[in-house]
């Protein structure tokens, strides 16, 4: 593997002596050139799905100390939300319903999800929309890209490129909650030479609006970039260093209704006295390092190579206390627990101790990618290959104690390694075949091999192989009925492979790969865009997902905040998605708008539930059997409307409103377990003063929920059943922040 990375890495290098270096490189081949960076990765104007873009400029209307989640709330089908209630700490989306290990995320061309949960931890990565071009968002399967499969949504990402002079930039944003984020950027333009560097540093801190939801970001990205009229070679750095407080248990609805919406049980302990402490490093710690080397030439006038090698490097644990998770709050966990003696400390001889525990990973993934494209007359084409390998450490300890008669200062209780490469290909090409009517195909391979060895958190065995293969074919069809109006359909195959919690669970119940599947998706899209010389733009979209082995969220977590998923064999996603931009009253005002309608069920489903007797011992499992069900998280309807009124190229004001209907938080329908729909409202307003002695000055205001609402975008949920026919539910609510405010200050020179 190190050989490959090598040899890819000369390869660039050797290439690159053929660069005129003396030459100062043309601009249109600069921005041709770093198109050909993602090109691999995107859709474009012809090809027959739904995707939308987002520009630099929608970006930096959109960022003020917000991960990426809350930036893209504006796209059709998203919802977002996050633990703190304010969008800076932890924070996910869902696309169409489908959850965040389901979106394949790429930077550069480049995959980014963690290759075992499959999942980007946008926290991870503070700040990085500052460091961002440009983002393209598709739905459903999307085309063929690099990494975990898409299997809802793709969405794709590019850093920014150098400019053609140097610049500066210093931004400031203040905010409620004591949010406070500070981000400096500087730049050497493209010199003679063909060289250019760019760097961008960034803070956030935030106490949140939910109890210890606090964050301590740092965030740094560093280009070296070097241009030819036909060349490319990139060396870019990302780090990210990320502290926050523990909010992934949600609040009851008990605790809401007694402590109130910013209430966090996490931490939570009693002393002696049974006065109520919360342990005060409640938190989650992340180091992240990502080294990307691109490399892309235009060959000649119709070809064009892209090979990049990344590293991704990672450290990070939680630390939490430790007391009973019964809700007593006294008397902590069982030794048995961690495999442990029970401890003997002055004579008294205890089972169960208060502690404070960390659960701890580290993690290496090496990725290297290889693409050609060609263009000429008629005929576009891409085929691309990935290899990609991770190692990933897993391992627990507990720095203290309570009652501890002889255990060793930072014991050890368990240690598992998950090692994972895949190889993959794809080609894809699109045909122009006469005027009006263009063909798309698009067909992906990916061999998997993963391996799991050591013991788990609970002292078993994980040690087991897997291995897939996956044949990912897609086709369609672009018809342009004239400058306005265009048609497409397509279809499309996705398949991935399950996450490692779900193998694990999966192995611990005695079927390994047999009894937890890879999932299937068939995706039919039909969609009518039309667009106008005088700038109006509308976009229907039907879809039908049809599913076989889909994994859907049972509403549980594990015992950190893991989604706890399960196989359901016949299930489908179906929906129109409707999209409208129209400028009026002289180009002052733009309404955009867009709104899905769906329907995601499950058929023929069964529920489990946990069955104990009167004095809560276990006696075994109950089922419950549905023809037809909802499937969890998946709203019937989420809609946008955005109105911007610019009376001046420097002056903007918006309001935006989204609506999200009501979701069940497991797959019963059952509305004890679900959350209501809801409407929330932004306003934010910017001006910019373009020529002032420091540079260019700009200024915006935020106002997060501006009509105050109290409302809750997700939760989690569990039930248990008794004998005597009763249940008890579990559930676990996220309350979004109330009105807040947002300022932020940028010189830019």
Sequence with gaps: MKKVFILTGLLALNLSLFAQADEQPDSLKNVHLEEVVVSATRAGKNTPMAYSNVSHADIKKENAAKNIPAILQNMPSLVSFSEDGTGLGYSSMRIRGTDATRINVTLNGMPLNNPESQEVYWVNLPDLSSSLQSIQVQRGVGTSTNGAAAFGASISMKTVGARSEAYGEASTSIGSYNTFSSTIAAGTGILKNGLSLDARYSRNFGDGYIRNGFVNHRNLYAALSHYTDNQLIRLSYINGEQKTGITWEGISPEDLEKYGRRYNPAGKYLDEADNVHFYDNETDNYYSHIVQLLYTRELNNYLSLNTNLSYNNGFGYYENYRSDPYGDFKR????????????????????????????????????????????????????????????????????????????????????????????????????????????YGDVQYRNINYRFSGIDDDMVDITQDFKYNFFNPKAGVFYRIDNRNNLYASVAVGQREPLRTDLKESIKGGGGEERIRPEKMIDYELGYRFLSKNGVNLGVNLYYMDYNNQMVQTGRLNDVGY????????????????????????????????????????????????????????????????ETTDISYSPNVVSMASLTYQPLQALYFNLLGKYVGKQYLDNTS??????????????????????????????????????????????????????????????????????NYMARLTISF
């Design 332 to 439: 902590g966990d069982k030794f048995s627990k961690y495999g442990l003696p029970d401890q003997t400390v002055d004579g008294t001889t205890y089972s169960r101790s208060q502690l404070i525990r960390q659960k701890l990973m580290r993690n290496d993934f090496y990725v290297a990618n290889l693409s050609l494209s060609y263009t000429k007359n008629a005929l576009n084409w891409i085929f691309g290959g990935t290899y990609s390998f991770y190692d990933g450490d897993h391992y627990g300890k507990l720095p203290w104690v309570k009652f501890n008669q002889n255990i060793p200062e930072n014991y050890e209780w368990y240690r598992n390694v998950g090692e994972k490469g895949e190889f993959n290909f794809f080609t894809k090409a699109d045909y122009q075949l006469n005027e009006k009517l263009s063909l």
């Design 563 to 626: 989604k706890l998923m399960e196989n359901v064999k016949d299930s489908y996603r179906r929906g129109v998605e409707l999209e409208v931009s129209v400028p009026f009253i002289e180009n002052k005002f733009r309404l955009d708008a867009n709104a899905i309608l769906s329907q995601n069920k499950i058929k023929n489903y069964t529920a489990y539930f946990d069955l104990y007797d009167s004095d809560w011992n276990w006696v075994g499992q109950k089922t419950e059997s549905f």
């Design 670 to 739: 059952n509305d004890a377990t679900s959350i209501d729909g809801y409407f929330v409202s932004n306003f934010s307003a910017g001006y910019t003063f373009d020529k002032t002695p420091v540079g260019k000055i700009a200024l915006q205001v935020f106002v997060n929920n501006l009509f105050n609402k109290e409302y809750i975008a997700n939760g989690w949920a569990a039930t248990d059943a008794f004998e005597d026919g009763s249940t008890i539910n579990y559930i676990g609510y996220y309350p979004q922040a109330t009105r």
